[in-house]
């Protein structure tokens, strides 16, 4: 189906969903069914071990059972065909929800899955490529020579694909930090005057991150997380200029506005502010104070002096 908005009823668009999930299932599906056969799986596990050709014991996994060979085998192949099968799955998410973007968004939206999808591709290849031999290295060596380490199939799977995954998610950070600024949630000023907030949060991620919590793990990937926070800080500060820009004099002026209230606000007066004052922003209290302030003058002026009949009256009584 073509990429273009239509409107159709419920049942229609579940009839969609429903096909494009047929599609992809059965996609998916035939993969693993081809990569579970000899030899692709021999070549998948030849990728998989090529990170630990050197420090795995007896230079193969270990199973416990025939059961267990055959799910670890499937959970591979299954592995395999999502990685393979990812345009496909990416493309009918994408021609489901697309006839529901406005045309203004387009232009955004695909760009920015292009570039999660290659930040997330680099982050799993900084893993694969830079971190896994190290790191897997560090972790067989504190077992010493008084241990026998048995290197269980299932867990290094599962620890191969967190580890990838876990890289490959927290490479989007900045994409993350660009949309930040480039939306005005936070301004370019203050993620940078933040440099040591976005350190710990680094730390923090990193750890979290990292599924082996080796020391050689955590701090490539915190690393490798700071280069990307402060490359990707420079890149907005390129994209953003003029709204950066404009923020500041927003904010210049709303210090000198701040400053002018300040002096021009008499000893013991009290606006009438709402009451919620407290809870407002820095911009938002000055935008009540001077509505309160105008109010009050509003109010006086259109009071003003007694007039001739009422000062009489007053007089007679």
């Given at each position: 189906m073509p990429l273009n908005p239509r409107i159709m009823?419920?049942?229609?668009?579940?009839?969609?969903?429903?096909?494009?999930?047929?599609?992809?299932?059965?996609?998916?599906?035939?993969?693993?069914?081809?990569?579970?056969t000899d030899f692709f799986y021999a070549h998948i596990m030849q990728i998989l071990l090529w990170p630990m050709r050197d420090v795995l014991p007896s230079g193969a996994l270990t199973v416990l059972g025939p059961f267990e060979a055959m799910t670890f085998r499937f959970k591979v192949a299954l592995y395999a065909a999502l990685v393979v099968t990812a345009p496909v799955i990416i493309y009918h998410i994408f021609a489901f929800i697309m006839p529901a973007i406005k045309k203004n968004m387009r232009r955004w939206l695909i760009p920015t899955v292009m570039v999660a999808i290659m930040l997330f591709l680099a982050g799993a290849a900084f893993a694969y490529f830079i971190i896994m031999e190290p790191a897997f290295t560090w972790l067989f060596s504190q077992a010493g020579d008084v241990v026998t380490m048995l290197a269980a199939a299932d867990r290094y799977?599962?620890?191969?694909?967190?580890?990838?995954?876990?890289?490959g998610i927290a490479f989007e950070l900045p994409l993350v930090v660009?949309?930040?600024?480039g939306w005005g949630i936070v301004p370019f000023d203050t993620l940078l005057k933040s440099w040591r907030i976005a350190i710990i949060i680094v730390l923090t991620v990193a750890a979290i991150a990292t599924p082996d919590w080796s020391p050689i793990t955590m701090m490539a990937l915190a690393g490798s997380l700071l280069v990307l926070y402060f490359a990707s800080l420079a890149l907005?500060?390129?994209?953003?200029?003029?709204?950066?820009?404009?923020?500041?004099?927003?904010?210049?002026?709303?210090?000198a506005m701040y400053a002018t209230n300040e002096e021009s606000t008499?000893?013991?007066?009290?606006?009438?502010?709402?009451?919620?004052?407290?809870q407002l922003s820095r911009k938002e209290q000055l935008?009540?104070?001077?509505?309160?302030r105008t109010r009050s003058t509003s109010a006086t002026a259109s009071s003003g002096p007694p007039d001739a009949s009422e000062a009489a009256s007053k007089e007679v009584t």
């Amino acid at each position: 189906m073509p990429l273009n908005p239509r409107i159709m009823p419920f049942m229609a668009h579940f009839r969609e969903l429903r096909r494009r999930f047929t599609y992809i299932l059965a996609v998916l599906v035939l993969s693993a069914c081809l990569f579970y056969t000899d030899f692709f799986y021999a070549h998948i596990m030849q990728i998989l071990l090529w990170p630990m050709r050197d420090v795995l014991p007896s230079g193969a996994l270990t199973v416990l059972g025939p059961f267990e060979a055959m799910t670890f085998r499937f959970k591979v192949a299954l592995y395999a065909a999502l990685v393979v099968t990812a345009p496909v799955i990416i493309y009918h998410i994408f021609a489901f929800i697309m006839p529901a973007i406005k045309k203004n968004m387009r232009r955004w939206l695909i760009p920015t899955v292009m570039v999660a999808i290659m930040l997330f591709l680099a982050g799993a290849a900084f893993a694969y490529f830079i971190i896994m031999e190290p790191a897997f290295t560090w972790l067989f060596s504190q077992a010493g020579d008084v241990v026998t380490m048995l290197a269980a199939a299932d867990r290094y799977l599962s620890g191969i694909v967190f580890m990838l995954i876990g890289f490959g998610i927290a490479f989007e950070l900045p994409l993350v930090v660009f949309y930040l600024i480039g939306w005005g949630i936070v301004p370019f000023d203050t993620l940078l005057k933040s440099w040591r907030i976005a350190i710990i949060i680094v730390l923090t991620v990193a750890a979290i991150a990292t599924p082996d919590w080796s020391p050689i793990t955590m701090m490539a990937l915190a690393g490798s997380l700071l280069v990307l926070y402060f490359a990707s800080l420079a890149l907005a500060r390129i994209v953003f200029a003029e709204k950066i820009k404009e923020r500041r004099r927003e904010r210049a002026e709303v210090e000198a506005m701040y400053a002018t209230n300040e002096e021009s606000t008499t000893p013991g007066e009290e606006p009438d502010l709402p009451a919620d004052f407290d809870q407002l922003s820095r911009k938002e209290q000055l935008i009540a104070q001077a509505e309160a302030r105008t109010r009050s003058t509003s109010a006086t002026a259109s009071s003003g002096p007694p007039d001739a009949s009422e000062a009489a009256s007053k007089e007679v009584t």
